[in-house]
């Protein structure tokens, strides 16, 4: 969630409901093929004012954890709910926002950009200017340690790290 939208909100006096879901239900297919991923789900997750937080979700393979991110970043096919109601800052979740990101199992990167045009996409979305956004990525780059290679082309690097991998 980005900082901006919990000040905002946080301002209004009221403790921040950053997640709530409502008995929120999401089933794939229809009779008796359904195949329920989560079901009549209820929760409420509130900004600690001024407190860092990681909150996790654990249990095994298959209960519903992607599901329900997904949910609350508002990416089909698991969004939207197949019934119940799912709220970010208070809104019901309609669609994806650039007050939500999502870092997903597996990679989804654009292997035709280069590592820093990756980092900076997001800002891209955002309007964020080439000079700025390439900036700011390259000061990410170099807080994760990856420095050097923000010019590299990502298949190159992916390639690198393979026969590093292999050696
Ligand atoms: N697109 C889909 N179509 C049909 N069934 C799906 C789909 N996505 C998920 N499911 C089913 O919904 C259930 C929950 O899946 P989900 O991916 O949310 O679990 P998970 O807890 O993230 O699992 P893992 O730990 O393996 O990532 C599973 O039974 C899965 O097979
Ligand atoms: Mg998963």
């Not at 820093?116 to 700011?136: D, K």
Request: proline share 5%.
């Amino acid at each position: 969630m980005s900082a901006e939208a919990v000040t905002k909100v946080a301002a209004s006096g009221q403790p921040v409901e950053v997640v709530r879901f409502e008995h929120v239900t999401k089933s794939f297919g229809s009779g008796r093929e359904a195949k329920i991923a989560i079901q009549d789900v209820s929760f409420v997750v509130h900004d600690l004012p001024n407190t860092g937080e990681l909150i996790s979700i654990v249990g095994p393979s298959g209960c519903g954890k992607s599901t329900l991110l997904r949910l609350i970043a508002g990416l089909r096919p698991h969004f939207p709910p197949t019934s119940g109601s799912a709220y970010v800052f208070g809104k019901l979740i309609e669609k994806p926002g650039s007050d939500r990101g999502m870092v997903d199992q597996k990679y989804s990167l654009m292997p035709h950009l280069t590592v820093a045009e990756n980092i900076a996409f997001g800002l891209q979305l955002r309007g964020v200017g080439r000079r700025e956004r390439l900036a700011r990525a390259r000061e990410w780059a170099h807080k994760v340690g990856l420095d050097g290679s923000e010019r590299a082309a990502l298949m190159e690097s992916w390639a690198r790290l393979k026969l590093r991998q292999r050696l």
